[in-house]
C-alpha cells in the first residue's frame, strides 16, 4: 500500500523548485500539479488559487549531523534551532517554505521501525562492524525471522533455518575464528547463524547465499546491523552450536544496533559491469 498527500499551491513552479533544493525529486507530472518524493513520502502540489498551509511537512534523517547542515543551508527561513526534543526524542528544527507552510527537519534519537523502500535499503545497507550495546528483543527478531520464511530456495525445500546466539563466551569463541575477519562477532550483543539443512537440498551454496542475504536486508529494514563473515562453515562452529557436521554454515554475522556510520564503498559504474547483447 502507498498514498499521497496533495496539497494546493499558488505558484507551482517556485514551490516545486523549493523542494527539490531540499532534496525532493519530481516523481510524476500530471495537469497542473507535480507529485514530489523524499525517501517514503510523496508530496503533490497542484496550482490552485489558494494555499493549503496545514500541518507540517516533516523531513527526517539519518544522522543528526545531517540536521545541523541543513540548518546551516535554511537558516534564513528558520523559525527555531536545531535542539533535542525529549517528548519525542527526536533532534529537530522547524522553517518555512515560500508559502508560509511549516516544515520540520529531524533525526530520531532512537531506534524506528521499518519505513524504507526496497531500492533505498539496498543501496544503504553497509557491512557493520561496531554495536551499541543494547540487546535486541524477541519480538522484534522473530519479524525479521517472519521475512525470511520468504526466501526463495532450490525447488521450495526450505532448507534454511537460523540460529540466535547471545551468550558472550560463545560469541567470543566463533569471533576468534577467523581472527581479524570474525572479529566483529564480538563486538555485537548477539549474532545469527545462517544454516543449510544438506540433507533437504542440492543447492546447498545457492540456499545458503540468498537466505542470509535475505536475513541481512529483513534485519537492516528493521534497524539493524550485520556484517557476512565469509568462510565461517568450520568444525569448530558446528560443535559449539550442535550444529550436524554435515550441515552448511553460509555466515554468522554478528548482530545489533549500528554503533558507526558508514559513507558508501566506492562502486562500479554500469558500463563497467552490465553488457546488452
Ligand atoms: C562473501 C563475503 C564474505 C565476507 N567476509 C567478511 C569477513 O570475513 N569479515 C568482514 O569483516 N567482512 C566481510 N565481508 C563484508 C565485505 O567486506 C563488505 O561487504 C564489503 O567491504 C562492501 O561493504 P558494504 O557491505 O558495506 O557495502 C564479506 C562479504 C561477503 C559478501
Redesign the pocket.
Known sequence: MSGIVFLKTKNLNMIRDFYLSIGMKVWLKQAECTILKHGNMLLGFCERDEIDKQGIITFFYDEQTQVDSLYEKYKTISTSSPKINEKYNIYNFFAQDPEGRTIEFQTFLSPIISYQIIDEALIKR??I?KFKKNDISNDLLNRIFDVCRFSPTSRNCQSFYYIVIRNPEVLSLLASL?ES??A?IAKAPCAVAVCIDTDKTKRIEQDGAIAAYHFILAAYNHGLGT????AMDRDEAKTVLNIPAHHFIATITPLGYPDET?TI?ERRNLGEFVRFF
Not at 556484517?227 to 565469509?230: E, S, T
Open positions: 553497509r557491512s562492524r577467523r575477519s570474525s566483529p556484517c557476512w563473515i565469509g558508514k564503498p
